[in-house]
């Protein structure tokens, strides 16, 4: 018997630690553990002990003999795995134990942003005795993406959240919500307060295709559309024109396939998640009946991942289509399988997902709206697809913070390792470090965050015990009350827990996890409800 890691795998590596023999791959360090698209276990070697899936946040860890049906194959895909990378050094597991230097035994740390990143790094640092870790969120809900960004019907991935739950709740973890850095305090305060400041704000704009139209009404960044019907304040009002039968996604990442997905799903599927009303509402009224997924590279760049292209056939009622000229009989892989399966469909008798390669958009047509995108073909040839709405799903993109360095090329902090450097000399800046995608760039899931937090807090910690960080000038207590004279509707912890204890009673009414409240004002009301 064996344990296999399914879809869904966040890919953070708390089932390595915890695993005796030491048969999870890849580990961190290993080559290939930043590009993996999930981890593997080696059937031939686990014990069948179980840590691993106890250990799992997100429930992708199950057993072979109750691995649901849907996930069946992932027996083969983990095995596959070991038949292509032996698995070499067998041994127990090892670990980095944390401390502050004997001389030093106080430090504190702000931490922008309440995101993966974030979370990651206030775990790794309020792991250790005697630091004091203050979290800083510009909105009255912490947790990021995971909130704002995975999709609904991904439950099992936002569980993750329970884990990040339990770092918030740690009594050495201070919260903030409702703050925002640069308005309501300065990068220079929050270093008056704590030895260093993290920012992991995350990447808050999108990459465009800088074609003619792209300005056009019904030209959208997928990052929007999914902000939308996730129930991000920021976004809970925008509209998007959903009476066509096509919509066109320009990009083909997870994130692409998110969209897609969710644009089709049925909506009695949706009413169960926990997706915003007004977006539940819309999607019952649209009749998109096709989406069109466009790359301008090949099949065999396909960035989506193998897991979430192979559960788009698990859906019922929709099908999976894409063009028999543009995928190549010669490939290999359960992606390339996948996609000649698709080849072999037409998509004429309902809802579908038609995936198309090697077309590169040139040109976004229409007058007052979109009408239509113009693609070129490998041959030179253009192809008019009509369409109302076009998504761009090709990447996230950092935006400038106020008082830090940024690099415009980059779209990130110049850093090293983590911590934030002047660019005119590549000197690191006393005190300031980054992490998550602001600091290696929109790439990776949830869990590639937790190496790369602490990464940057092995060097804040370098950086205290070589005398690098200044001693606070003024205290926690002082910080509160600056916050509590600037800040009219500041919340704290408590203040949370009554918006999620709210949203949680709103969602039991309706069979759902929990139904979001999408304006700032309803989330305010709701942090004041005393029970």
Same mark, same amino acid.
């Given at each position: 018997?064996?344990?296999?890691?399914?879809?869904?795998?966040?890919?953070?590596?708390?089932?390595?630690?915890?695993?005796?023999?030491?048969?999870?791959?890849?580990?961190?360090?290993?080559?290939?553990?930043?590009?993996?698209?999930?981890?593997?276990?080696?059937?031939?070697?686990?014990?069948? +002990?179980?840590? +691993?899936?106890?250990?799992?946040?997100?429930?992708?860890?199950?057993?072979?003999?109750?691995?649901?049906?849907?996930?069946?194959?992932?027996?083969?895909?983990?095995?596959?795995?070991?038949?292509?990378?032996?698995?070499?050094?067998?041994?127990?597991?090892?670990?980095?134990?944390?401390?502050?230097?004997?001389?030093?035994?106080?430090?504190?740390?702000?931490?922008?942003?309440?995101?993966?990143?974030?979370?990651?790094?206030?775990?790794?640092?309020?792991?250790? $005795?005697?630091?004091?870790?203050?979290?800083?969120?510009?909105?009255?809900?912490?947790?990021?993406?995971?909130?704002?960004?995975?999709?609904?019907?991904?439950?099992?991935? $936002?569980?993750?959240?329970?884990?990040?739950?339990?770092?918030?709740?740690?009594?050495?973890?201070?919260?903030?919500?409702?703050?925002?850095?640069?308005?309501?305090?300065?990068?220079?305060?929050?270093?008056?307060?704590?030895?260093?400041?993290?920012?992991?704000?995350?990447?808050?704009?999108?990459?465009?295709?800088?074609?003619?139209?792209?300005?056009?009404?019904?030209?959208?960044?997928?990052?929007?559309?999914?902000?939308?019907?996730?129930?991000?304040?920021?976004?809970?009002?925008?509209?998007?024109?959903?009476?066509?039968?096509?919509?066109?996604?320009?990009?083909?990442?997870?994130?692409?396939?998110?969209? !897609?997905?969710?644009?089709?799903?049925?909506?009695?599927?949706?009413?169960?998640?926990?997706?915003?009303?007004?977006?539940?509402?819309?999607?019952?009224?649209?009749?998109?009946?096709?989406?069109?997924?466009?790359?301008?590279?090949?099949?065999?760049?396909?960035?989506?991942?193998?897991?979430?292209?192979?559960?788009?056939?698990?859906?019922?009622?929709?099908?999976?289509?894409?063009?028999?000229?543009?995928?190549?009989?010669?490939?290999?892989?359960?992606?390339?399988?996948?996609?000649?399966?698709?080849?072999?469909?037409?998509?004429?008798?309902?809802?579908?997902?038609?995936?198309?390669?090697?077309?590169?958009?040139?040109?976004?047509?229409?007058?007052?709206?979109?009408?239509?995108?113009?693609?070129?073909?490998?041959?030179?040839?253009?192809?008019?697809?009509?369409?109302?709405?076009?998504?761009?799903?090709?990447?996230?993109?950092?935006? &400038?913070?106020?008082?830090?360095?940024?690099?415009?090329?980059?779209?990130?902090?110049?850093?090293?390792?983590?911590?934030?450097?002047? &660019?005119?000399?590549?000197?690191?800046?006393?005190?300031?470090?980054?992490?998550?995608?602001?600091?290696?760039?929109?790439?990776?899931?949830?869990?590639?965050? $937790?190496?790369?937090?602490?990464?940057?807090?092995?060097?804040?910690?370098?950086?205290?015990? !070589?005398?690098?960080?200044?001693?606070?000038?003024?205290?926690?207590?002082?910080?509160?009350?600056?916050?509590?004279?600037?800040?009219?509707?500041?919340?704290?912890?408590?203040?949370?827990?009554?918006?999620?204890?709210?949203?949680?009673?709103?969602?039991?009414?309706? !069979?759902?996890?929990?139904?979001?409240?999408?304006?700032?004002?309803?989330?305010?009301?709701?942090?004041?409800?005393?029970?």
């Amino acid at each position: 018997m064996t344990f296999v890691i399914s879809k869904g795998c966040c890919n953070d590596g708390s089932c390595v630690t915890v695993c005796p023999v030491q048969c999870i791959r890849p580990r961190p360090g290993d080559p290939d553990f930043t590009t993996t698209e999930q981890l593997y276990i080696d059937p031939d070697t686990c014990i069948d +002990c179980g840590a +691993c899936m106890d250990e799992c946040p997100v429930e992708a860890v199950h057993s072979d003999w109750d691995l649901p049906e849907e996930m069946s194959d992932y027996l083969a895909i983990n095995a596959e795995y070991f038949a292509m990378n032996p698995l070499v050094g067998v041994g127990p597991p090892t670990f980095t134990r944390r401390v502050l230097p004997e001389d030093k035994p106080a430090l504190s740390v702000a931490i922008v942003g309440t995101g993966p990143a974030a979370c990651y790094a206030a775990a790794t640092l309020s792991d250790i $005795k005697g630091v004091a870790v203050t979290m800083i969120e510009r909105l009255p809900t912490p947790f990021g993406l995971v909130r704002a960004g995975v999709a609904p019907d991904h439950a099992t991935t $936002k569980k993750i959240a329970d884990r990040f739950a339990s770092v918030l709740s740690r009594p050495n973890v201070t919260c903030y919500f409702n703050v925002e850095v640069g308005a309501d305090v300065t990068i220079d305060e929050l270093l008056e307060h704590h030895h260093a400041v993290l920012w992991a704000g995350g990447a808050r704009d999108d990459r465009k295709l800088g074609i003619p139209g792209e300005e056009l009404d019904g030209v959208h960044a997928a990052r929007s559309f999914v902000a939308w019907y996730n129930g991000h304040p920021d976004h809970a009002s925008e509209q998007f024109d959903l009476s066509g039968d096509r919509v066109v996604v320009i990009g083909n990442g997870n994130v692409a396939l998110d969209v !897609a997905r969710t644009l089709l799903r049925p909506t009695a599927d949706l009413e169960a998640t926990e997706m915003a009303e007004h977006a539940i509402a819309a999607l019952a009224e649209s009749k998109v009946a096709e989406v069109v997924v466009a790359a301008r590279r090949g099949a065999e760049h396909g960035a989506f991942s193998q897991g979430e292209l192979l559960a788009l056939e698990g859906i019922e009622g929709i099908t999976v289509v894409a063009e028999p000229d543009e995928i190549s009989a010669d490939g290999s892989g359960r992606k390339h399988e996948a996609l000649l399966r698709a080849t072999r469909r037409d998509g004429s008798d309902g809802p579908a997902i038609r995936f198309r390669f090697g077309v590169e958009p040139v040109s976004i047509e229409g007058s007052d709206g979109v009408e239509a995108i113009s693609f070129r073909r490998p041959d030179g040839s253009i192809e008019q697809i009509g369409t109302s709405l076009v998504l761009r799903a090709i990447g996230y993109r950092g935006t &400038p913070v106020e008082g830090l360095p940024f690099d415009d090329a980059t779209a990130t902090l110049p850093n090293d390792a983590g911590r934030v450097v002047d &660019p005119a000399s590549d000197d690191p800046v006393p005190g300031l470090y980054c992490s998550g995608w602001i600091k290696r760039g929109p790439r990776g899931i949830i869990g590639s965050n $937790k190496q790369d937090a602490e990464e940057t807090v092995d060097c804040i910690l370098q950086d205290l015990g !070589a005398g690098r960080l200044r001693e606070p000038s003024r205290t926690s207590e002082d910080l509160a009350k600056l916050l509590e004279d600037r800040v009219e509707d500041l919340l704290d912890k408590a203040a949370w827990g009554r918006i999620d204890l709210e949203e949680k009673r709103r969602g039991r009414e309706s !069979a759902r996890p929990r139904q979001k409240l999408v304006t700032i004002e309803e989330l305010l009301a709701a942090s004041r409800v005393q029970a």
